[in-house]
């Protein structure tokens, strides 16, 4: 037996396994697409307002809960300035730098506290929030390349197509698609003027 510590769940063969109460919910999303289809899944998924359904290579851990394991200080102030400043240089020189650490040791030291070189954390980073400004907004693509540190729009694509098999576009367009429809009543339909609340007598 072979444990996978990454993924949220596994499928090897007939076997289905997930890493856990709130995966179980993804893997059972991935057993109803693969019997009955995406629409299906996309449907049960709305039921049970799951804004998105994770793809089973997607890391449990996010690089800002990752960051969080970091003991000292000097490098608590570094993550905190990665993730305000994606937009800009975050090479390790850059970053060891404002460390006050030399580039071979603040490299050792960051690995060493959170399991990760920081190139790897700074590129997890950037994608876990462009994924955000894609879920919650309609930011233009090309700007979310620009601010996260992506450069260009094509460094972004392929970036998400080898992370999550998707592309950005594709990827909004499928978590707006699973966005829960407004509750009723709350809209007015085309052409009607929405009532004014009205007063409830003294």
């Known amino acids: 037996m072979r444990v996978e510590p990454d993924p949220i769940w596994v499928r090897d063969g007939a076997v289905w396994t997930s890493a856990g109460v709130t995966a179980g919910i993804d893997l059972a999303l991935a057993l109803v697409e693969d019997d009955l289809g995406r ?27 990752q960051g969080q394991l970091a003991e000292r200080d000097a490098l608590r102030r570094v993550q905190a300035f990665a993730a305000e400043h994606l937009g800009q240089d975050l090479g390790v020189e850059r970053l060891a730098a404002l460390a006050a650490m030399s580039p071979r040791h603040f490299a050792r030291r960051f690995r060493a506290e959170t ?14 929030t462009a994924r955000r400004l894609l879920e919650e907004g309609r930011r233009p693509v090309e ?3 620009r601010d996260c540190g992506f450069g260009t729009t094509e ?12 592309a950005p576009r594709e990827y909004r367009r499928r ?8 509750p009723a009543g709350r809209a007015a339909r085309p052409g ?3 009532r004014r609340p009205t007063r409830s007598p003294r």
């Open 143 to 145: 700007r979310i390349a």
């Open 115 to 128: 399991g990760v070189t920081p190139a790897r954390w700074v590129s997890r980073l950037r994608l876990e």
């Open 39 to 65: 629409d299906a899944a996309l449907t049960i998924a709305r039921w049970l307002v799951l804004f998105l359904r994770r793809p089973a290579n997607q890391r449990q851990f996010s690089a800002h809960l």
């Open 175 to 182: 978590f707006q698609a699973m966005a829960p429809d407004p």
């Open 192 to 194: 009607q003027t929405p």
């Open 155 to 166: 460094t972004l694509r392929r970036t998400f197509v080898r992370a999550l098999a998707v």
